[in-house]
């Protein structure tokens, strides 16, 4: 990366980072910024070292070297999204508001659900049911919300499309260009199917075998035959003849009573993100 792109106003600005799992290097050399405000996607293929990126950014990892500088209030939606199950969804939320500081009226305020509600509207009629009896993408939902409650101004989210349907994760496109479209909330999306990442994040970072191996806008990085080859083409599945991609394959079936489907399957819900993102921006 070139470092004289850095800023200070940047939120987040991670530099030469190596981190490591014993002797085994994860990340060699990995340097990213996000701007206040910005969408920036992070893909790459399994075991590149997304996760360990985004857990070396919020604090949960350890870097063996290089430096990691979040100037912001950061919260993070994990993979597989780590309910708490036998809780209420309205108390899952509140969850999210344990660790701001506070008290009295102004920690009434913080553990306040009411905003959002108004921001993912679809957990109303569910936010006095168990949230492991929701389906997946009402989890996803739950685990964006909680990271909400801390009142991010950057939130990190680690697979929002993993497992769910099409019509799900479209759904969740929308609200999360809302989110940084209204409050202005950062947003640094890991995801597996980098068409939907580069649709809905203006700048992007390819990630493989713990490198850098390309960085830019979401436009030029989809356009460039190397990134399309190996992410938007064969490796998403995108090859087959338009009228094909119009009639949900049978990976595309949401799994009865949970709106999950197989991951890696999700090209109309990509083409309905696609849509849903242009209509929110
Ligand atoms: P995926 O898309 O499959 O979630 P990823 O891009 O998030 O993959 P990481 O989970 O960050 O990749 O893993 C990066 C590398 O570090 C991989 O080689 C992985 O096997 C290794 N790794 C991850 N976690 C550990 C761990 N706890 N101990 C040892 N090695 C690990």
Same mark, same amino acid.
């Given at each position: 990366m070139n470092t004289s792109q850095l800023s200070r106003s940047d939120v987040v600005e991670v530099r030469n980072l190596v981190v490591r799992y014993g002797m085994a290097t994860?990340?060699?050399n990995v340097s990213l910024r996000v701007a206040p405000g910005e969408m920036v996607a992070l893909v790459g293929p399994n075991g590149a070292g997304k996760s360990t990126l985004v857990n070396t950014l919020t604090g949960i990892l350890t870097p063996a070297s290089g430096s990691v500088e979040v100037r912001a209030r950061i919260a993070q939606v994990p993979e597989g999204r780590?309910?708490?199950?036998?809780? =209420?969804v309205d108390d899952n939320l509140r969850l999210g508001a344990w660790q701001l500081p506070g008290r009295g009226k102004s920690r009434r305020k913080q553990r306040d659900t009411s905003w959002v509600y108004e921001l993912l509207p679809d957990l109303v009629r569910v $936010?006095? #049911? $168990?949230?492991?009896?929701? =389906?997946g993408g009402q989890q996803q939902m739950v685990a964006v919300g909680r990271a909400l409650m801390s009142r991010p101004e950057v939130l990190v989210i680690d697979e929002l499309s993993l497992g769910l349907a099409p019509l799900i994760v479209t759904d969740l496109a929308k609200h999360l260009a809302a989110l940084n479209r209204e409050r202005g909330t950062a947003v640094v999306l890991i995801e597996q199917n980098a068409r939907l990442a580069l649709d809905l994040c203006s700048r992007a970072y390819v990630l493989e075998a713990g490198r850098i191996a390309a960085e830019g806008s979401s436009a030029d990085l989809a356009t460039s035959p190397d990134i399309a080859r190996a992410y938007l083409g064969e490796a998403q599945g995108l090859t087959s003849p338009p009228e094909a991609q119009d009639c949900p394959g049978?990976?595309? #079936?949401?799994?009865p009573g949970t709106g999950e489907t197989a991951p890696g399957h999700q090209d109309t819900a990509v083409q309905a993100a696609q849509a849903a993102t242009r209509e929110a921006k």
């Amino acid at each position: 990366m070139n470092t004289s792109q850095l800023s200070r106003s940047d939120v987040v600005e991670v530099r030469n980072l190596v981190v490591r799992y014993g002797m085994a290097t994860a990340l060699d050399n990995v340097s990213l910024r996000v701007a206040p405000g910005e969408m920036v996607a992070l893909v790459g293929p399994n075991g590149a070292g997304k996760s360990t990126l985004v857990n070396t950014l919020t604090g949960i990892l350890t870097p063996a070297s290089g430096s990691v500088e979040v100037r912001a209030r950061i919260a993070q939606v994990p993979e597989g999204r780590q309910m708490f199950g036998d809780l =209420s969804v309205d108390d899952n939320l509140r969850l999210g508001a344990w660790q701001l500081p506070g008290r009295g009226k102004s920690r009434r305020k913080q553990r306040d659900t009411s905003w959002v509600y108004e921001l993912l509207p679809d957990l109303v009629r569910v $936010r006095d #049911r $168990r949230a492991g009896g929701l =389906s997946g993408g009402q989890q996803q939902m739950v685990a964006v919300g909680r990271a909400l409650m801390s009142r991010p101004e950057v939130l990190v989210i680690d697979e929002l499309s993993l497992g769910l349907a099409p019509l799900i994760v479209t759904d969740l496109a929308k609200h999360l260009a809302a989110l940084n479209r209204e409050r202005g909330t950062a947003v640094v999306l890991i995801e597996q199917n980098a068409r939907l990442a580069l649709d809905l994040c203006s700048r992007a970072y390819v990630l493989e075998a713990g490198r850098i191996a390309a960085e830019g806008s979401s436009a030029d990085l989809a356009t460039s035959p190397d990134i399309a080859r190996a992410y938007l083409g064969e490796a998403q599945g995108l090859t087959s003849p338009p009228e094909a991609q119009d009639c949900p394959g049978p990976n595309d #079936r949401a799994t009865p009573g949970t709106g999950e489907t197989a991951p890696g399957h999700q090209d109309t819900a990509v083409q309905a993100a696609q849509a849903a993102t242009r209509e929110a921006k």
